[in-house]
């Protein structure tokens, strides 16, 4: 499963074997079962994840209880309260599995660790950062800018698997739409 | 005004003045008047720009003409549009001047060239693109869970600044309310 992470690196930066065994010794290994928990609010984050399977999501809950998506994670995206873990703070949200999932975890001292040692690895970093970046920053567009159906038709040309792995109720959560809503927008795209 | 630049770098890495007079002579420095386009909705984008001085904004401009502020820029912030520069394509929004505006821009071609040659300055734009991406994540938790008075607040109690230098109208736009509605805010907030 490593094999995942190594042809994600790859694609930035070249390695040795010798590299990328080294790079893995500061990863460990974790299986979830489907509504545990990675991140609790208010609890510390020590770990990045790297998802080798599975599906995940990010949410804040509201004073009413309601929960508000902020991400989801699936095969090979990275997730974690990125506030949290780059500041070392508490955690702001909560992050939980939607099915059983598998993922190597990576502390901040052993990212900031690998990110001093080897330059290209700063490099990895950095590009995948800029990249999460650019997400981000086409979701806010999409929230300012976007009626209902633009964020549903966006969401799914650009990650169709998410509509068959994660419940309507999440993806309705997602959008900022009732399920209701996105129930009327399935049907008109089809 | 080249002491801003160094002084956000040495927050994270220290420099000797040989190293930062390299660095700076990857940028070159530009004045823009008031209304002046940094970047221009389908344009190519060359540049990240570091504000030296004055107030900028990115935003999109929807079908019926309305605008949807993405981003404001002030002293010793970053701005372009992200997604057109890292892929090196063309703009998918505009950036222009609030007030008259000097900054010290920093081409693609140098930023790579910077990076890859010192470690150090792969290291400052990994972690200013952490923050960066933190700042982001916090705009969209904003966006989907907090009502109009609490993103209102949010902004007012992180960018105090913003709230002189800024119309009005603007303001409104960037938290996706109208101006009447800002207006009610900031008479209550007060």
């Known amino acids: ?18 590299e990328f065994e080294y790079i893995l010794s500061h990863f460990t290994e974790r ?18 994840y ?7 999501k990010s949410y804040h809950t509201d ?5 508000h998506i902020i991400q989801f994670g699936m095969q090979d995206w990275w997730i974690t309260d990125y506030q949290a873990y780059y500041n070392q703070m508490t955690a702001t949200m909560d992050i939980d599995c939607i099915e059983d999932t598998e993922v190597l975890c990576l502390s901040y001292e052993n ?23 650019v997400a981000l920053q086409q ?6 800018s976007n009626n209902a159906k633009e964020r549903y038709n966006n969401l799914l040309e650009q990650y169709p698997q998410l509509f068959q792995k994660v419940p309507k109720h999440l993806i309705a959560s997602y959008l900022g739409v009732t399920r209701e809503t996105l129930s009327r927008l399935n049907a008109t795209s089809k």
Chains 1, 2 share one sequence.
Do not use: A, W, Y
């Not at 499963?1 to 010798?18: D, G, V, W, Y």
């Not at 489907?34 to 609790?40: A, I, P, S, T």
């Not at 004073?63 to 929960?67: L, Q, V």
């Open 1 to 18: 499963m490593s094999t995942l992470l190594r042809h994600q690196l790859e694609k930035i930066t070249p390695l040795s074997n010798e």
């Open 31 to 48: 299986k979830f079962r489907k509504h545990q928990f990675l991140v609790q609010n208010g609890q510390p984050v020590k770990f990045d």
């Open 50 to 56: 790297f998802i080798l399977n599975g599906c995940i």
């Open 63 to 67: 004073n009413e209880g309601k929960i």
């Open 111 to 133: 990212r900031e660790k690998l990110c001093s040692e080897m330059h290209k690895i700063e490099h990895f970093f950095r590009k995948k950062t800029n990249t999460r970046n």
């Open 139 to 144: 979701r806010i567009l999409s929230l300012i």
